[in-house]
């Protein structure tokens, strides 16, 4: 369902000269499964996601959404993911309810599908008991959980969750975190961003983790921790990155 094979995107930054954000990236997620990208800060994760729902064109390599590909065929591939970033937000002066609605409109949704779906994502979310409230009244939870419903909506095969955590409380971020599960239960092909070891320990089928652009291993949590004989992720990673710092400034070192 998403197929990413060499992918590799390079900017032109004036202070640091060229920064390849990624660097020959490949993996593929399958329907009813959450593949999570676990990276620090920098790692290329979001660049990633940007480049999977179009926002950011490929330097090279290949980026395909359900059979089609994120350069040249961007709007086929919009219709079939829902993206949500940290800053994806809330409109103050609409309701739960109608915020939601609008963005069904916005996906061209025939008004009868959009309200039974509606009522659909409503349960699924348990969002019921703020169908009436102002985004200026939601707690920083509640609009967390309007913007997943705003982004699914058009109830996309695909869905891409770019750090859906960040800056949430943990009675939140769980709350969300369930969100996302349910929508696994329903067969939906999932990708999320993280630096929180916890998030793919509890929710991701299979990880990679991913730094300076590149992605240093994959697998399930169990693979990851045999592999590596550790008894748990944070040590796998640190202990990755480490070699691959090491390993960097060797090279570094014998280059000059
Ligand atoms: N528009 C841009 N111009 C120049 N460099 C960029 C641009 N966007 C991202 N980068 C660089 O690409 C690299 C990867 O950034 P990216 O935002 O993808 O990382 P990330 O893993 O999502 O990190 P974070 O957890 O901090 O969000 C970083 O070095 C970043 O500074």
Not at 200 to 205: A, G, R, S, T, W
Not at 227 to 235: G, I, K, L, T, V
């Amino acid at each position: 369902m998403i197929h990413v094979e060499n992918l590799t995107k390079s900017f032109a930054d004036l202070r640091r000269g060229t920064v390849h954000a990624l660097d020959g990236v490949s993996f593929d997620v399958q329907p009813g499964e959450i593949f999570g990208l676990l990276g620090p800060n920098g790692a290329g994760k979001t660049t990633c996601l940007r480049m999977l729902s179009t926002v950011l064109r490929p330097t090279s390599g290949i980026a395909e959404v359900a059979g089609y590909n994120v350069a040249t065929d961007p709007a086929k591939v919009r219709m079939r993911i829902g993206f949500m970033s940290g800053n994806t937000g809330v409109y103050d002066r609409m309701t739960a309810w109608e915020m939601v609605e609008y963005y069904g409109r916005l996906y061209g949704m025939p008004e009868d599908a959009l309200q039974a779906r509606l009522e659909e994502l409503f349960e699924t979310l348990q969002m019921n008991e703020i169908r009436d409230m102002l985004g200026s009244k939601m707690s920083t939870g509640n609009k967390q959980k309007v913007s997943i419903a705003r982004t699914i909506v058009h109830d996309p095969p695909v869905m891409i969750f770019d750090e859906p955590t960040s800056g949430l409380d943990v009675l939140v971020a769980r709350a969300v975190l369930e969100a996302i599960a349910r929508l696994k239960d329903q067969g939906k092909c999932i990708i999320f961003s993280t630096h929180i070891m916890r998030e793919v320990e509890k929710l991701c089928d299979r990880i990679a983790i991913i730094h300076k652009g590149r992605i240093l291993a994959m697998g399930t949590v169990q693979e990851l921790e045999d592999r590596y004989q550790e008894s748990d992720m944070e040590e796998v990673f640190f202990d990755l990155i480490q070699a691959y710092e090491a390993e960097l400034a060797a090279a570094a070192a014998e280059a000059g």
